[in-house]
Structures are given as structure tokens and as C-alpha cells.
Antibody, heavy 127, light 110 residues
Framework: QLQLQESGPGLVKPSESLSLTCTVS??????????WGWIRQPPGKGLECIGS???????YSNPSLKSRVTMSVDTSKNQFSLRLNSVTAADTALYYC???????????????????WGQGTQVTVSS | QSVLTQPPSVSAAPGQKVTISCSGV????????VSWYQQFPGVAPRLLIY???ERPSGIPDRFSGSKSGTSATLDITGLQTGDEADYYC???????????FGGGTKLTVL
């Protein structure tokens, strides 16, 4: 059974960078059938997709965050990562990683649904 | 402000049926598959419905989804107190090139 686990600092200072890693177990990250994504949920609020990346490194980022977001994949470690620059208190949230499926091979398609999700990791931006 | 629009809350009695709506536009729901997620407090969301109306293995057939045009609905029949949770719709937005979600609907089973 595929499992995802987020890891990274729980506290980040304003104006610094947030870095998170998602480790995938029970399956390979190197499949053309999936993207790998990051979603966040501010306290008491809804879900926001940050972006997604394929095993080859191609991906998409939320336009509202695009200039601050970098995503990468390490197939040798079966991990993918997120870096969010210049954080503010508004970036305080529960951060989830998830697998995105296209419904078969992703070539020529967009990812449509998220399954499974990691358990989430709380990131607080505060001095 | 979420890209997809859901009612903030719905409620119904045990055993009854509830419908949760999700409204979008042509660039998201109009063009792509809709999925639905269930989230209990303090727990990660769980996929309930994918590709508009398909259920992953292990999801009871009390949960069903449909899509028409730029809107989608999640139906839950035979409500149980254990169904009390937040429900989110999601899809891809072709114009934004990102996954998008509704604001979530809190289900109360009276």
C-alpha cells in the first residue's frame, strides 16, 4: 500500500524559506501515471493546492505562489520536495503531500485527483 | 476565496440523504474530472469519489457523485453519525494549470 510521509521544520521565521520533503514508500515515484503534489490547509480553512511535479521534473505551480515555489524530485530516494521562499504568517498551515492521478498515463493529460495523502505536517511562521 | 463554490454546511437526520453541491466554470469542472474528499478533524483528507462518479475500493456505495456541465454533486444516503465530517470537491483548472478545491462543506448528522 502506497504511503507518503512529510518531514521538515515545524517553525520557520518570517522572510526565510520553508523546506519540506515527502518520502514515498510502498511504490515507486518513477511512474508516468502520476504527479506528486503539495497541498496546504491554513488553520480552520480549506485546501489550497501549491503545485505538483512529475518524476521527470516537469510540473505546475499555483499562480498565486509561483514566484516563491520550487519543487524537485529525487528518484534515487523516492522523495519529492517543496521549497517556499520569503514566508509570512499567511503561510502558516498544515502541509500535505499527495499523489495525483491522471487516469492512466499522464502523457497528454492533466492530473485530476489526489490519492493517497500524507498525514500532514504543521508549519508555523513566527519569529 | 476558493475557486469552486460549495455550501458551508448541510445537515440531515440519520438514515436520510444529503446532497452537497460544487459549482465551477468551464475551465475547471467544465473540462476536467471532479473528485470528492472526506476530512475528519485532525486527519488528512480521504478520497471518496474520483472521475466524477467512481468510488475507490473500500468506499461504501452510500456515497455517489455526478457531474453536469460546470457543476457536480455528492450524494450520501443512509446517513450515519460517523459521516459527520468536512467534504471537499476538487478538480483541475486548465486556465490556472493547478488543482483547485471548493471551500468545504461541514456535514452535521442531527
Amino acid at each position: 500500500q502506497l504511503q507518503l510521509q512529510e518531514s521538515g521544520p515545524g517553525l520557520v521565521k518570517p522572510s526565510e524559506s520553508l523546506s519540506l520533503t515527502c518520502t514515498v514508500s510502498g511504490g515507486s515515484i518513477s511512474s508516468s501515471n502520476y504527479y506528486w503534489g503539495w497541498i496546504r490547509q491554513p488553520p480552520g480553512k480549506g485546501l489550497e493546492c501549491i503545485g505538483s511535479i512529475s518524476f521527470s521534473g516537469s510540473g505546475y505551480s499555483n499562480p498565486s505562489l509561483k514566484s516563491r515555489v520550487t519543487m524537485s524530485v529525487d528518484t534515487s530516494k523516492n522523495q519529492f520536495s517543496l521549497r517556499l521562499n520569503s514566508v509570512t504568517a499567511a503561510d502558516t498551515a498544515l502541509y500535505y503531500c499527495a499523489r495525483l492521478l491522471c487516469g492512466g498515463d499522464c502523457y497528454g493529460k492533466v492530473p485530476n485527483w489526489f490519492d493517497p495523502w500524507g498525514q500532514g505536517t504543521q508549519v508555523t511562521v513566527s519569529s | 476565496q476558493s475557486v469552486l463554490t460549495q455550501p458551508p454546511s448541510v445537515s440531515a437526520a440519520p438514515g436520510q440523504k444529503v446532497t452537497i453541491s460544487c459549482s465551477g466554470v468551464s475551465s475547471n469542472i467544465g473540462k476536467n474530472f471532479v473528485s470528492w474528499y472526506q476530512q475528519f478533524p485532525g486527519v488528512a483528507p480521504r478520497l471518496l469519489i474520483y472521475a466524477n462518479s467512481e468510488r475507490p475500493s473500500g468506499i461504501p456505495d452510500r456515497f455517489s457523485g455526478s457531474k453536469s456541465g460546470t457543476s457536480a454533486t455528492l450524494d450520501i444516503t443512509g446517513l450515519q453519525t460517523g459521516d459527520e465530517a468536512d467534504y471537499y470537491c476538487g478538480t483541475w483548472d486548465t486556465s490556472l494549470s493547478v488543482g483547485v478545491f471548493g471551500g468545504g462543506t461541514k456535514l452535521t448528522v442531527l
